[in-house]
């Protein structure tokens, strides 16, 4: 009886000693189970948060403008300088000059405000309308007026689209006041016209001008949104009124603008990384 007894506890031990062999093992691969996905999930886990970055806005602004000044001149101008007085006095007249400039703006996504600056050269050449004075001399008068100007403006974009309107004072300083006068006279010899060309600089000009401008633009994006270098290719045109435009001190000489012209500008973003880390700056 008693060897039967200790032959089945013995059967009894091994039987709990293999159950318990087996509940570890499988206790053991569960807890490699979960090491072995935790390790695998953050070895993927951690390549992809230390590739994904998220973007800042572009806000600031950077390129040239380029414009064509469609120059109305008003008012009249007579006495050209000490030296030069026309026999009549000029009227009116129109020309075309060149705008260029760099240009630097901020203007951050989403927002309906920004501030633009432009500074650069600004040409206003035109020419007066022919006069023909008392003597029957036909007289013609064209300048090459210049300044160097600095324009800041207030932008704003009620749609918050690339569509803008921009509007600020403008400042110019005088760089180039050259003009060019034509007295033509008739000879009753072959019936010929003898011309007379004088080329000189205005008197009395105004150093520095300031006045103001109004306009419209529109953003047109030239490359992808998900590049970290953005350009885009920008038409404006703007308005120049006469009030605050007079080249000169004296008479009534002033010069309303219309400019139309184009900009390109480009946006280099800063980068960082979405780990928790402090911002770095990649470019």
Not at 9 to 37: E, H, P
Not at 153 to 165: E, N
Request: aromatic share 12%.
């Amino acid at each position: 009886m008693k060897i039967q007894n200790s032959i089945k506890f013995k059967q009894m031990k091994t039987n709990l000693r293999k159950m318990s062999n087996i509940a570890w093992s499988s206790y053991s691969l569960t807890i490699k189970s979960v090491i072995v996905s935790a390790l695998i999930l953050t070895s993927i886990h951690s390549p992809i948060m230390s590739q994904v970055a998220l973007d800042t806005k572009h806000s600031w602004w950077f390129g040239t403008a380029a414009a064509a000044n469609i120059d109305f001149y008003r008012g009249s101008t007579q006495e050209l300088n000490s030296a030069i007085i026309a026999p009549a006095a000029f009227h009116n007249g129109i020309g075309v000059g060149l705008n260029f400039a760099p240009i630097a703006e901020f203007h951050r996504p989403g927002s309906i405000l920004g501030i633009m600056l432009q500074a650069g050269y600004d040409n206003r050449s035109g020419t007066f309308d022919e006069k023909i004075a008392p003597c029957g001399c036909d007289l013609d008068l064209s300048t090459n007026l210049s300044y160097i100007t600095v324009e800041p403006s207030l932008l704003f974009a009620p749609f918050k689209s690339g569509f803008y309107l921009f509007a600020g004072p403008r400042m110019a300083f005088n760089l180039n006041n050259s003009f060019t006068y034509t007295l033509t006279t008739r000879s009753d010899i072959y019936n010929q016209r003898v011309p007379l060309t004088l080329n000189g600089n205005f008197s009395n000009m105004n150093k520095t001008v300031i006045s103001m401008q109004i306009g419209a633009g529109y953003d047109i994006p030239l490359i992808s949104k998900n590049k970290p270098t953005q350009y885009v290719f920008s038409p404006f045109v703007s308005f120049q009124p006469y009030y605050g435009q007079l080249p000169r001190s004296i008479e009534t000489w002033n010069i309303t603008t219309l400019r139309v012209g184009a900009a390109l500008k480009f946006s280099q973003r800063k980068l960082k990384l979405n780990h928790g880390k402090k911002h770095k700056r990649l470019y």
